[in-house]
Nanobody, 115 residues
Framework: QVHLVESGGGLVQPGGSLRLSCAASGFTFSSRWMYWLRQAPGEGLQWVSAIDREGTNTYYVDSVKGRFTASRDNAKNTLYLQMNSLKSEDTAVYYC????????RGQGTQVTVSS
């Protein structure tokens, strides 16, 4: 059974940084592409990033390109999202998921960007 636990969210000022983590269990982590999604208040789920099985290739929604970096440690079954130059519009609950639609995702971690 897929189990994903996100952590690392919090309150940060505009321009600040956060690093999110996602601990995975219940499946063969290294065999799956992984995804970061987010949901802002009053909006639907948005795809943010994808990373391939080896962590060699990463993909991002245009609004976060150059600011966010996804990575993974297959030995630790952990996915990461380094977020720099945060903006107020990045405020959302962030989820890691095993599919781009977020059907299998964790409980999420809140990221609030505000002065």
């Amino acid at each position: 059974q897929v189990h994903l636990v996100e952590s690392g969210g919090g309150l940060v000022q505009p321009g600040g940084s956060l690093r999110l983590s996602c601990a995975a269990s219940g499946f063969t982590f290294s065999s799956r592409w992984m995804y970061w999604l987010r949901q802002a208040p009053g909006e639907g789920l948005q795809w943010v990033s994808a990373i391939d099985r080896e962590g060699t290739n990463t993909y991002y929604v245009d609004s976060v390109k150059g600011r966010f970096t996804a990575s993974r440690d297959n030995a630790k079954n952990t996915l990461y999202l380094q977020m720099n130059s945060l903006k107020s519009e990045d405020t959302a609950v962030y989820y890691c998921a095993t599919d781009v639609g977020g059907n299998e995702r964790g409980q999420g971690t809140q990221v609030t960007v505000s002065s």
